[in-house]
Every structure is written in structure tokens, then in C-alpha cells.
């Protein structure tokens, strides 16, 4: 099907019967063609409708243990990078390339390990920014100039396998200015304790109210900052009457953004954090009107003297065949009213909740342990194909490593070595009579005989000596852990050079 609009040609290969979308967008009225057409779109332009950026210069601050002596972006995960996992996600969505932020200390290791570990056929463009405290967003505004059309951001610890479609989807249909990723944490992943700690800490909670039909956000408010009652302005009320409040969804702080938006940041740069401060600005946004004093003429100042801050809405900008769209089409997204579609609301914030499948963010210690316990379980969501023992690894006789663990080349595993969701990896040794089950060995770790790890992680270049007993420890980089020694709950953290 081929239909004609201001010169354009969009085809469908819909066919036209019984209850095709093709029929019913000819036969009804409410739907608009601009909604149809986003919502059948399966593919990325080629002309970069979105650039892709992933923020991988945080320092890590909740996995500090880990990231001493290592960036964060680039701990291992199933012996992977922990970035390679949002990069391997835009390349299956079709992307060809992207901006990946990192901090001038970082940029040569996370290259190192991408380069060696896996395969990346993405072309990245590195930029370092020059103060590893500065916020998300004030990453962005200080790579404006590279920033081209809308974006999409991704944290360099995402873990999904979402198709970006969908959510680029809903972004695309209702010509959002922001759309945000949302899902349901596994339960196992704040439910466990993480390694070095005593006892689970307590899961930091987010409240988003969405529309009637769950897909537009009305406000967001994290748990901290309710003191008892969640308070919400009559007129978004008036607006939308039916309203759902939500709890336990995880912002996975993947966004699709408006440009637009990147140039009022340059302009209010008391906006540091997009998470934490920009999103719930925007959301407020939405339903604020444009200043008296901003429509005013201006009688006794001139346009090329003026130097005022320009109000929000004056730089929120709309596709520019949506407007005339929806003048024509007698589709709505609410009822109860004769108000205009969205009320009028030139800005607008969307949330995807990602309901099945796998979403998670490895930026806590217990997170990332868990993330290692269940990488085969990764591994069949995301579709990588990665064997549970690389054909260099050295198996001693009477050794059994178990189809759920995942060992890395260069390893010896000695005689009579029982493994069990675990990860090893690369150029470790370990001896006779080891026993390590739901625990993670970094790179060239050496553990002797007659050892016995369970739920810990052992970081690279340690040496675990003989006939240790550790029982949900974390063991920084370096160190050395003494003959019979017996660790439970610690944190072994020690400045070594490695």
C-alpha cells in the first residue's frame, strides 16, 4: 500500500483485510496517519533520527570496592565489559554509531578490555569530559556541539533486552519530549544481600502517576522526599481524572530527549543530574503556561538588546507535520472533555514499562554479584552465544564445572574442583580441592588448594592461599588472603600496587 503526503511516499506492506491496521486507519476517523505510521515503524533511519550516548564516566560510587584500581564501565560481567552489553543492544536495533562518554582516566582501559574481550562492530566516538563530578546533565551540555538530533541516552549498566523499537515507538507517536525506560526489578536482584555486607539494604523507591491508559507520566516523586502523603495539583487532576500510582518500577535511566531539551540546558544550567533533576522538571513542565510578561511586547526595550532568560516553552519545538495532524484528525488521547489533544500540552513525558522479560541495572555490589550468579540466564535473554568453557581452558580429572557457570580462556582448573554459578575469569589458576559456588573471579586470580568460596567476589590479581574459608566477602584488587583463613561478611579492601 503506497499513500502520498506533501510529496512523501510511505509504503506498508500491511495487507488491506478483515481487520488489518491498513483498513482500519482508512474507515476511522480517530485514528490519526501520523500515529499509524510511528507505530509501524520497525527500523532506525539511516540519518541518525537518534544519537545514541552512552554515559560510561561515573566513577561508580556504589561499587567503589570494585572500581579502585578499575573504571567502572569496564568491570567484567560474564567476562564482558560491563559497557559491551548497551552497545551490543544498539547494534541489534541497527545503529552503525555512537558517543561514549568517559573520563580521561578510564578511556584507555575501557578500549583495552572492549578490544580484547569481545567484538564491537559499532563505531564509537570517545569524549572525555573534563570533571568526573560533573552530573549527567551537565555532560551534556558540555558536548552541545556534538549533539546533532534527538538523543538517545543509555548508563553504560544497563542490562536488557528490550527492543528499542518499542520504546522509540511510543516516543515517535504521541511526539514526546521525553521517554523514559521503566521496569519491574527481578526480585532476586534487591532481595539478596550483596557481598562484604552483613545485612540487604533497603530498596530506594520511585512514585510515577501515569494517565488512564499507563503511558503518560503526571508526576514522579522519590521516596525520600514523600513525607507521608503524595501531594498533586488540582489542575493535572482536572485534567486527568483517572490517574494510576505506581511503586515498584526502576528508572533504568535510558531516555529518548527532545534536542530541544539539550538546548535549554545550556540555557539553566542549575540542572546537573537528568535523572534526579531534569526529568522531574520536565514532568512539572508539562502543565505550566507561558508567562504573561513573555507575550507581552517589549515597548521599551529593543529585540537585539534583549537578554533575558527565555521561558521553557519557547524552546520546546514539535515535529512539523504532527500540529497540523491532529488539527485535522478527530482523534484524542483522553475523554471526558471536548479539551484539545493533550490538553494543549506542548511538552509531554512518556514512561515504557518493560513488563517481562529482562531489565537491570549492575550499579550496586549486590546487582552486579547477581548479574554474574545468573550470566547464563543473560546470555539466553539477550540472544549471545558464549560457551560455558572457553576451549583453552585447562580441566583437571574429576573436576565439575556446571553448564551455569561461565569460564574465561587461559584458566587451569586443578583435580577434583567443584564449580557452580560462578564466574572465572581469564588466565586464573586454581587448584586441587576447591570448592567456589555463586561467587565471580576477576582476571588472574590464583586460588590454591583446598579453598572453599561461596557468594563472594575475588577481584583480579588476588591470591586466595591454601585451605581459605570465605563465605560472602568482597576481596578487592591485589590483595592476599592468608593460609586457613576463614572470612565471612568482610570487606577486604587494601591499597596494593598492582
Known amino acids: 500500500m503506497r499513500i502520498e503526503y506533501n510529496g512523501e511516499i510511505l509504503e506498508f506492506n500491511s495487507p488491506v483485510s ?54 567502572k564501565a569496564a568491570l567484567l560481567i560474564g567476562n564482558r565489559p560491563m559497557v559491551w552489553y548497551p552497545i551490543n543492544m544498539l547494534e541489534k536495533a541497527g545503529f552503525e554509531e555512537a558517543i561514549i562518554i568517559v573520563d580521561m582516566d578510564g578511556q584507555a582501559e575501557i578500549q583495552r578490555v572492549l578490544t ?40 553504560c549498566d544497563l542490562i536488557t533486552d528490550i527492543s528499542l523499537h518499542n520504546i522509540a515507538n511510543l516516543h515517535r507517536t504521541h511526539d514526546a519530549s521525553l521517554t523514559m525506560l521503566l521496569s519491574s526489578l527481578p526480585s532476586q536482584f534487591y532481595e539478596s544481600v550483596a557481598p562484604g555486607a552483613r545485612s540487604k539494604k533497603p530498596l530506594e523507591k520511585d512514585f510515577f502517576g501515569f494517565d488512564e491508559k499507563r503511558e503518560r507520566i503526571l508526576f514522579t516523586q522519590s521516596e525520600a522526599d514523600v513525607a507521608e502523603n503524595i501531594s498533586v495539583k488540582k489542575s493535572i487532576f482536572k485534567k486527568h481524572p483517572y490517574m494510576c500510582v505506581k511503586s515498584g518500577l526502576t528508572d533504568c535511566h535510558l531516555y529518548l530527549m527532545k534536542k530541544w531539551v539539550v538546548d535549554y540546558l545550556v540555557e539553566n544550567e542549575s540542572l546537573a543530574y537528568i535523572r534526579t533533576e ?49 488539527d485535522l484528525s478527530s482523534w484524542n488521547d483522553h475523554h471526558g472533555d ?76 586443578g583435580e577434583k574442583v567443584s564449580i557452580k554459578r560462578s564466574v572465572i575469569g581469564r588466565n586464573c ?51 592476599q588472603l592468608n593460609t586457613m583463613g576463614k572470612y565471612k561478611d568482610e570487606m577486604i579492601v587494601y591499597t596494593v600496587d598492582i
Request: proline content about 4%.
Open 278 to 326: 531534569l526529568v522531574p522538571h520536565l514532568v512539572r513542565k508539562q502543565f505550566s503556561k507561558t508567562k504573561v510578561k513573555d507575550r507581552l511586547p517589549q515597548t521599551n526595550q529593543s529585540v537585539i538588546s534583549e537578554n533575558q532568560k527565555m521561558d521553557i516553552l519557547k524552546f520546546s519545538t514539535e515535529d512539523e507535520y504532527a500540529a497540523d495532524i491532529r
Open 429 to 479: 589458576k586454581i587448584g586441587d580441592h576447591v570448592q567456589i559456588v555463586n561467587s565471580t573471579l576477576l582476571d588472574n586470580v590464583i586460588v590454591e588448594d583446598g579453598c572453599d568460596i561461596k557468594g563472594s567476589i575475588i577481584s583480579r590479581k588476588s591470591v586466595i592461599h591454601q585451605k581459605c574459608e570465605i563465605t560472602n566477602c568482597l576481596v578487592g584488587p591485589g590483595q
Open 338 to 413: 471536548m479539551a484539545d489533544c493533550y490538553h494543549g500540552d506542548k511538552i509531554r513525558c512518556y514512561g515504557y514499562i518493560q513488563e517481562g522479560g529482562l531489565c537491570l541495572r549492575t550499579n550496586t555490589v549486590s546487582s552486579y554479584s547477581e548479574a554474574n550468579r545468573q550470566i547464563q540466564k543473560i546470555f539466553t535473554h539477550t540472544g549471545i552465544e558464549t560457551p560455558h568453557l572457553h576451549p583453552s581452558v585447562v580441566l583437571q580429572k574429576k573436576s565439575q564445572v556446571g553448564a551455569d557457570c561461565v569460564v574465561a580462556e587461559g584458566t587451569e582448573i
Open 18 to 71: 478483515g481487520n488489518s491496521p491498513v483498513l482500519e486507519l482508512l474507515l476511522t476517523p480517530c485514528v490519526t496517519l501520523y500515529q499509524f505510521i510511528c507505530h509501524n515503524r520497525s527500523v532506525f533511519t539511516v540519518d541518525m533520527e537518534f544519537q545514541p550516548i552512552i554515559m560510561a564516566a561515573g566513577p561508580g560510587s556504589r561499587l567503589a570496592e570494585l572500581t579502585s584500581k578499575c573504571p
Open 116 to 155: 580484547e574481550s569481545c567484538s564491537v562492530k559499532l563505531h564509537l566516538e570517545y569524549v572525555t569530559v573534563s570533571n568526573t563530578d560533573d552530573g549527567t546533565a551537565d555532560v551534556l551540555r558540555e558536548i552541545k556541539s556534538k549533539i546533532k538530533t534527538d538523543l538517545l541516552i543509555i548508563p
